[in-house]
């Protein structure tokens, strides 16, 4: 079956860096996603990674290892706005999204 | 981005009765929407794909009698909650996909069925 295992909630401190792990195993892969998604709002895109290796946006990066079936998304200087849920999403071969169950990130300050 | 609406955002109505909800792609023709259910503290549960012009595609577990999907337009799809009952109460997000990478998600409608 295809499954997407990330932690179910982290705590970090303002300012501080936080890294949140997504492993996979999907029929296929055609990218990886994450979204982050506000209590009662909608997901709202952060990072899409296809090809291996580090994308940087801003305060937050991704990263994608597909022999590991691994990535994660790094936070940097965190603000107490960045507390969320955290949801990785793979494309599967059918361009099919398999969503993870999302991390619940509490910024402490 | 694109910009997709949902309207309700919220509705409360009572047990047996039906609820439209209506999602729109302001910006773009969306040929595909997605319908998502989520139940608190868990992910999104794809329920159907939206096709303009012909019939939805359902994922396995999901009533296409109950959850009826209309997309007559190529910017208007509908979910109908058909005889409501308590436990679908749920958060209920459209979304389209205009390229592989580039998803894009309504606000989402807040259903309580008393």
């Known amino acids: 079956g295809q499954n997407i295992d990330q932690p179910t909630e982290m705590t970090a401190t303002e300012g501080a860096i936080v890294q949140i792990n997504c492993t996979y195993q999907t029929s296929g892969f055609n990218g990886l996603f994450w979204y982050q998604q506000h209590a009662g709002e909608a997901p709202t895109f952060l990072s899409y990674n296809v090809l291996d290796g580090l994308e940087e946006k801003g305060r937050f990066s991704s990263f994608l290892s597909r022999s590991k079936g691994y990535s994660y998304l790094l936070l940097k200087e965190l603000q107490m706005k960045d507390s969320a849920s955290y949801l990785c999403?793979?494309?599967?071969?059918?361009?099919?999204?398999?969503w993870g169950a999302g991390t619940k990130l509490i910024i402490k300050p | 981005g694109a910009v997709v609406s949902q309207h309700p955002s919220r509705v409360i109505c009572k047990s047996g009765t039906s609820v439209k909800i209506e999602c729109r792609s302001l910006?773009?023709?969306?040929?595909?929407m997605f319908w998502y259910r989520q139940f608190p503290k868990q992910s999104l549960m794809l329920m159907a794909t939206?096709?303009?012009?012909?019939?939805?595609?359902?994922e396995q577990g999901v009533e296409k009698d109950k959850f009826l999907i209309n997309h007559a337009s190529l910017t208007l799809s509908t979910l109908t909650v058909t005889s409501a009952h308590p436990e679908d109460s749920s958060f209920y997000i459209c979304?389209?996909?205009?390229?592989?990478?580039?998803?894009?998600f309504g606000p989402g409608t807040r259903l309580t069925v008393l």
């Open positions: 910006d773009f023709q969306a040929t595909t």
């Open positions: 939206s096709n303009e012009g012909s019939k939805a595609t359902y």
């Open positions: 999403a793979v494309l599967d071969s059918n361009y099919q999204l398999i």
């Open positions: 979304s389209t996909r205009i390229t592989d990478n580039e998803q894009f």
